[in-house]
């Protein structure tokens, strides 16, 4: 009963709340709004969609002003707006409910809401997000696996503010510029499979090498991942170099298949380390076996740029399950589970212990949520590995 009437209040809810999305002049549906059509603004999630409803967000006929670009400048940061409503962000003027920017807190993802709208019960919840770059300037002749995810934050979404590291090594764009995107996909623990991808228009400045990207392959789940009783990660079994976004949920051309409690996300669990991806590039690696549980490890080529030896160390899913687990969670689902998929641009929340999905990963009905909170642990201790301490992680084996 209380189900019933909490998933009642939410369906009476504003529109403007709830989601995220990479608000910038250079995006595709920059101006789309819940009338244009239909609700398919740049925050609603991809679920359940085919290919020209969820690539580039359905929005390739909304393309951005001639000469808007997201400049990407090479071996330098950028810093990203995502927010969950277009009046949160710096682009509010042409927001048809205006400025709700938080005057307290200019990095609020999602004034006037919790985090729950964001889909993360906290900062330890969070999995990262990533852009992607295909270098054709023209949207309509990418493809999926075009795209490579150059640049990963794995602490997304939580700042509105959200700063990206450009690899140093990126070739510049053809004449006309490069195309981008924005992906994301949350934690299990707080909603269920929802994809994010905002496209934009962006160019590369700066080069100083002309060597392009390796083609871009499908991530493989390689880390720890203690939730499935998989205790330690296997380096083998990561893909290395450049990788393709996650494709997930949808109707058509997907290239994940996890289900909806393992979530395929931009950490080390699928080898996106945090930070610029240094290794994607055609030069990147002397050695890349095929990955599997028990292959020989890749080894990195001995490139002039020292941007490339440092981050790009491929090995950082080598960790020790981590020992600092948050403490007690608040479980932010109150709601009742639907059991069948929604076709509806709302948030589909789901039960986190739901017994059914988890006796099939043998966790039995009572599993411990210290389990589904390690990983990401992990992957944000990794990131406070000094350069050096990576490199002997690399030569272990
Ligand atoms: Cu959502």
Redo the contacts with the bound molecule.
């Keep these: 009963m209380l189900g019933i009437i909490l998933v009642s209040v939410a369906s009476i809810l504003p529109l403007a709340a709830?989601?995220s999305a990479f608000y910038h002049p250079s995006m595709y549906g920059f101006n789309v709004t819940d009338s244009t059509p239909i609700d398919n603004r740049p925050v609603a999630?991809l679920r359940d969609r085919t290919f020209d409803q969820w690539w580039f967000h359905g929005h390739l006929d909304f393309p951005p002003n001639d000469g808007d670009f997201f400049e990407l400048p090479a071996g330098k940061g950028v810093t990203a707006e995502i927010a969950c409503d277009k009046g949160a962000t710096s682009y509010y003027t042409t927001n048809p409910g205006g400025d709700i920017r938080d005057p307290d807190n200019p990095n609020n993802v999602c004034p006037r809401r919790g985090m729950e709208a964001y889909?993360t019960t906290g900062f330890d919840d969070l999995t990262g997000c990533g852009l992607a770059i295909a270098y054709k300037n023209n949207a309509r002749d990418v493809n999926p696996d075009d795209f490579a995810i150059f640049t990963v934050n794995q602490t997304c979404v939580w700042t509105r503010f959200t700063d990206f590291q450009v690899p140093a090594n990126m070739p510049p764009c053809p004449e006309g510029g490069c195309t981008c995107a924005f992906f994301w996909v949350h934690s299990q623990n707080s909603?269920g499979e929802?994809n994010y991808m905002n496209g934009f228009k962006c160019n590369v400045t700066g080069s100083t090498s002309t060597v392009p990207l390796a083609k871009p392959k499908v991530a493989r789940r390689c880390g720890a991942d203690p939730a499935n009783n998989k205790l330690q990660s296997a380096p083998g079994n990561c893909t290395y170099g450049a990788k393709q976004p996650f494709y997930w949920f949808n109707l058509e051309r997907n290239n994940m298949f996890e289900g909806a409690f393992s979530p395929p996300v931009y950490n080390d669990l699928y080898n996106f380390i945090d930070g610029p991806q240094n290794d994607i590039f055609e030069n990147s690696y002397s050695l890349l076996p095929d990955p599997a549980p028990n292959a020989a490890l890749p080894v990195l080529a001995d490139v002039s740029s020292p941007a490339t030896t440092t981050a790009s160390t491929p090995t950082t899913t080598n960790l020790p399950a981590s020992t600092s687990i948050p403490a007690a969670t608040t479980s932010p689902v109150t709601t009742s589970p639907a059991p069948t998929k929604q076709k509806s641009n709302t948030?589909k929340i789901k039960r986190t212990s739901s017994s059914a999905a988890l006796a099939a990963r043998s966790l039995g009905s009572e599993p411990s949520s210290r389990h589904r909170y390690s990983i990401y642990s992990m992957a944000k201790r990794s990131r406070r590995l000094r350069p050096g301490k990576r490199g002997s992680l690399w030569h272990m084996f």
């Design positions: 709830g989601h999630p889909h909603g929802e948030c």
